[in-house]
């Protein structure tokens, strides 16, 4: 299954995702860095930025700049990873900035449960705007 992540909120989009990876397809989420968290900017950026400077460097935790990771830790966290099951799972989950070349001609899907369109206001930003803010390129 494809997924276009272009303008989903990114809790309900990783639910889906793991929700389908726990039952064995394969995911692939396209475009990552376009979908969005509600939400006011500034509180986004600083929860953010406290989760990164959180622990001891050498040790964790850790919380990726990148916007496909970003995207991929979080349907991970709605994974039971830890067990055979969910390991398995989490290796179904693949997650991509922009559209790769070798899923150019498949067709995506979109979530409409899962649409920034959908929210009673307009306060969001998108997960690459926030990955930017961390230190991304």
Known sequence: MIIDATDLILGRLASYAAKK????EKVDIINSEKSVISGKKEQIYKDYLRKRQRGIPLQGP??????DMLVRRTVRGMIPYKTERGKKAFKN???WIGVPSKLKDKKAASIKQASA???????YIAIGDICKLMGSK
């Open 21 to 24: 990876a726990l039952l064995g």
């Open 62 to 67: 850790y919380l990726p700049r990148r916007p």
């Open 93 to 95: 989950v693949h997650s």
């Open 117 to 123: 369109s959908k929210l009673p206001y307009l306060k």
